[in-house]
């Protein structure tokens, strides 16, 4: 079953065109991993998918579970199963973290017409989901994602996505700025995650991720386009040889618009 | 009342009101009461209102204040109903004292008192027993430093007094609340509090002001409090006026070896607002902190001017104030931190910050450092900022909507001064207030 439907989507940030024509397609129950060089429109895309509002769509269209995601604020898209992992979480100082992953998954519950959970299944939801992640209990009732390391932040936003059980889940490289334990970490809370009704787009600068987390579809992006799409070969290719050999490629197939 | 130093229209009417006062009470008051009196009103008639060439008033203009006539509040309780007043006053626990229109109001004031601690109206005492306050009272709040302070002591007449023993520790909150209800006309009251805690007690004093909404009156209110050594008293001042009041209150603080001094003051209400705190640490071992939290909208202004004066050695303060400002309000922030030459260890801080919810709000912020000791360490800083976008786009990412997560940052930067409230039912009370009030996401305070 298609989950999310890319047509031709153009996104500018700040005036600039940055996405030029993206076409992909994710089924229920596939891991993608969209892989590409820096500044090639990798971060845009998931971006762009979760409604940063700084992120323009002037062309092109996507559907997802076949409503118009575009036309939906960024909190409906959220409570209606998209989630986006962070590049760079964001701290909030005197947010506990705790309360505000409650408030965000009543809000979820609520809108799938669940009951909220109260404070003592709350609790027992992040012992469950905090044990996969190895997550120090200490760090639920500390201000959201304030002080924390860089590997915590990254840990902080897979726990979340354990707790909100999306349906599509986008991980803005995730595994930047990782140490291995750290990594392994992060791809089992994944793995876990993966069941045939939920989709996953893992984006990427690194091969390294994808040994852990192994994708069905390997998507290259370079220069605003996918310039090539195949299986997980092809992240093993692109480790050898870099993306240098897919540059050319990219300007080859630029007047055609599709890859 | 006869030396008129100077004479303008905008004092007159006051010192004619002033004059009435002495020639009604003269006959019942002691003589160290009456000599205090006189010297607030010649201060006040010497000095007149202040205006923005003051430095002290650089920013606020008192011209709402001074370009009409406030006739004395009468006494009459305006039709007000006890569960008008309870919901004012909230479930606390504890003594409850209530004024209405600067006087006594037995009928609103319940509980009962440890053996010991001493507190009532400041008329009755005065009546009774005045020399329990007369060491206290203008002493350390000077007739001659401050024009509305003046004012205040020129009408002294009821208020609240607060004697903690030594060494007395109470548990519950003692709360004085000041009513203003005067429908008909525009008028003044001048509550006064006294507050004597003694050597090694500890108390919790609220102290509120309140009005019915829409209500156009002026409260002057003057509070004096004399911490004892080794004695720990949590000050708290929820100003809920009318959001058409003028408010103006001025706390002194004096404190002995090792008093530990907290101030938590809360602003919600009032179109001109001015507090002023002047606190000194007298004693070696002290410690002070103050900490604030204001909300205004509108047209409203609220200034909040703090001097910490350490006099002696080894002591430390803490100071934390938090404004949230929108719509075209304006807000002051002046934080004076004095070291004298003897206070050596001094240990300041001084954190001030102001959340900009719209283009319009402004607010005029200064600490003001002046250091005669070597060996201290003050620092300070301000910072005024609007709600951090990223951390909006993050919670609505997570499934929040607009609204949720402008309030959930809003409270979250509340949370530093809130946080800080010992009694439960207080912070409560106020975290759900604070809430109630923000401007909606989709209104006007969204301009950003």
């Known amino acids: ?259 | 009342m006869t030396r008129l130093v100077q004479s303008s229209p905008q004092t007159d009417a006051y010192l004619a009101d002033c004059d009435r006062l002495v020639t009604a009470r003269s006959a019942t008051e002691p003589s160290w009461l009456r000599n205090l009196r006189r010297k607030g009103i010649e201060h006040f008639a010497d000095a007149g209102f202040p205006t923005t060439r003051d430095e002290e008033w650089k920013f606020t203009s008192i011209a709402p204040i001074a370009d009409r006539h406030f006739a004395p509040a009468h006494d009459g309780q305006s039709g007000l109903t006890t569960d008008r007043v309870e919901s004012w006053a909230g479930a606390l626990g504890g003594y409850r004292l209530v004024l209405v229109n600067g006087a006594y109001a037995p009928q609103f004031s319940v509980g009962g008192l440890p053996a010991g601690v001493h507190v009532s109206s400041l008329r009755s005492i005065l009546a009774t027993n005045p020399a329990a306050v007369e060491p206290y009272l203008g002493r350390f709040a000077p007739p001659d430093r401050q024009a509305f302070t003046a004012l205040n002591t020129g009408f002294l007449q009821d208020g609240a007094f607060v004697w903690i023993p030594p060494g007395t520790i109470i548990d519950q909150p003692i709360s004085l609340l000041f009513v203003s209800a005067s429908p008909e006309t525009a008028s003044v009251s001048h509550p006064r509090v006294l507050i004597v805690a003694g050597d090694r007690s500890q108390v919790r004093i609220v102290e509120g002001y309140v009005g019915p909404p829409g209500q156009e009156y002026f409260t002057n209110a003057v509070t004096e409090v004399v911490v004892g050594s080794g004695a720990v008293v949590d000050h708290y001042k929820l100003q809920r006026e009318s959001q058409r009041a003028c408010h103006i209150g001025s706390m002194y603080v004096h404190g002995t070896r090792d008093s530990t001094f907290s101030s938590h003051s809360i602003a919600f209400g009032g179109a001109l607002v001015r507090n002023d705190i002047i606190a000194v640490l007298d004693g070696e071992g002290g410690d002070y902190t103050l900490n604030g939290l204001y909300l205004v909208d509108g047209r409203r202004l609220i200034d909040n001017h703090t001097t910490i004066d350490h006099a002696k050695p080894h002591c430390g303060s803490h100071e934390m104030y938090k404004g949230i400002l929108s719509g075209h309000a304006r807000a002051v922030f002046n934080g004076k931190i004095i070291v004298r030459p003897d206070a050596q260890k001094t240990d300041a801080k001084q954190t001030n910050k102001a959340l900009l919810l719209s283009d319009d709000a402004q607010i005029n912020t200064k600490p003001q450092l002046e250091i005669f000791a070597n060996d201290v360490k003050c620092t300070h800083g301000a910072a005024v900022g609007q709600l951090d976008e990223d951390a909006i786009f993050y919670l609505r990412a997570r499934g929040l909507d607009l609204q949720q997560a402008r309030d959930m940052l809003i409270h979250a930067f509340a949370g530093d001064v809130l946080n800080r409230i010992r009694i439960e039912p207080l912070r409560k009370s106020l975290e759900e207030h604070l809430l109630s009030e923000l401007p909606a996401a989709g209104g006007p305070a969204n301009q950003q």
């Open chain 1, 1 to 259: 079953m298609t989950m999310l439907e890319i047509h031709n989507l153009h996104v500018r940030v700040g005036g600039k065109p940055i996405l030029q024509g993206i076409d992909l397609c994710v089924n229920a129950g596939e891991v993608h991993a969209i892989m590409g060089p820096n500044g090639s429109g990798k971060s845009t895309l998931a971006r762009a998918l979760s409604g940063h509002p700084d992120y323009q769509v002037t062309e092109g269209e996507v559907s997802y579970e076949g409503r118009d995601l575009l036309a939906m604020d960024p909190e409906e898209r959220a409570r209606d199963g998209v989630f986006m992992a962070f590049q760079y979480p964001v701290e909030i100082p005197g947010v506990n973290n705790a309360y505000f992953l409650k408030a965000a998954l009543n809000a979820i519950r609520t809108h799938r017409g669940q009951e909220e959970l109260d404070a003592i299944e709350f609790m027992a939801l992040m012992r469950e989901k905090s044990t996969l992640l190895e997550i120090d209990p200490s760090m639920l009732t500390r201000s959201v994602n304030e002080g924390f390391s860089g590997g915590e932040k990254k840990r902080n936003e897979i726990f979340q996505m354990a707790v909100l059980e999306p349906k599509l889940a986008i991980l803005d490289e995730t595994d930047s700025g990782l140490d291995i334990d750290a990594l392994k970490l992060v791809a089992n809370g994944v793995n876990a995650m993966r069941s045939p009704e939920r989709a996953i787009i893992v984006v990427t600068h690194y091969q390294r991720l994808l040994d852990y987390i192994v994708p069905d579809v390997v998507h290259v992006l370079s220069g605003g386009r996918i310039v090539k799409s195949g299986d997980r070969a092809l992240a093993l290719e692109l480790e050898d040889k870099g993306y240098g050999w897919l540059e050319p490629e990219a300007a080859a197939a630029a007047p055609a618009a599709k890859a």
